[in-house]
């Protein structure tokens, strides 16, 4: 997020807040043709290529990649939850879960609410 908001900022745009991490989601995350498209399009209102910013991103998939196809290293195997360990961390994964899921539902109501501008081939 701190290099879109650099890119943002070096293409003399001023993010509002919450801006730069509705715009990564989008940007980095497996979502639909329609949120992509979206977040593209925001992205070239700031006067930004989109593919150029994606590939200026750094995520969990790009890091993953090097780390396995450049350096030869293989991702960590799951940790067991035990009651001696691990139940703070399952805590924590739940709660990035309900999180994320709190986001995504919001987002999928606010597009269901948003109308399109295409037209309706029904009327």
Same mark, same amino acid.
Do not use: W
């Given at each position: 997020?701190? @290099?879109?908001? &650099?890119?943002?900022l070096?293409?003399? *745009?001023?993010p @509002?807040?919450?801006?730069?991490?509705?715009?990564?989601? #989008?940007?980095?995350?497996d979502? &639909?043709?329609?949120e992509?498209?979206? +977040?593209?399009?925001?992205?070239?209102?700031?006067?930004?290529d989109?593919? +150029?910013?994606? &590939?200026?991103?750094?995520?969990?998939?790009t890091i993953?990649?090097?780390?396995?196809?450049?350096?030869?290293?293989?991702? #960590?195997? /799951?940790?067991?939850?035990t /009651?001696?360990?691990?139940v /703070?961390?399952?805590?924590?994964? @739940?709660?990035?879960l309900?999180?994320?899921?709190?986001?995504?539902?919001?987002?999928?109501?606010? *597009?269901?609410?948003?109308?399109?501008? &295409?037209?309706?081939?029904?009327?």
């Open positions: 997020m701190r @290099v879109l908001r &650099s890119l943002l070096d293409a003399g *745009e001023t @509002v807040d919450g801006e730069v991490p509705a715009l990564f989601e #989008p940007l980095t995350d979502v &639909s043709d329609l992509r498209g979206r +977040a593209h399009h925001q992205v070239e209102r700031h006067g930004l989109p593919e +150029a910013v994606v &590939s200026e991103l750094v995520t969990y998939r993953h990649r090097h780390l396995t196809d450049c350096r030869g290293r293989e991702a #960590p195997t /799951a940790s067991v939850i /009651a001696d360990r691990g /703070a961390a399952a805590e924590d994964r @739940v709660e990035k309900e999180l994320r899921v709190t986001r995504v539902t919001k987002k999928t109501l606010t *597009e269901l609410r948003t109308p399109t501008t &295409s037209p309706n081939p029904t009327m």
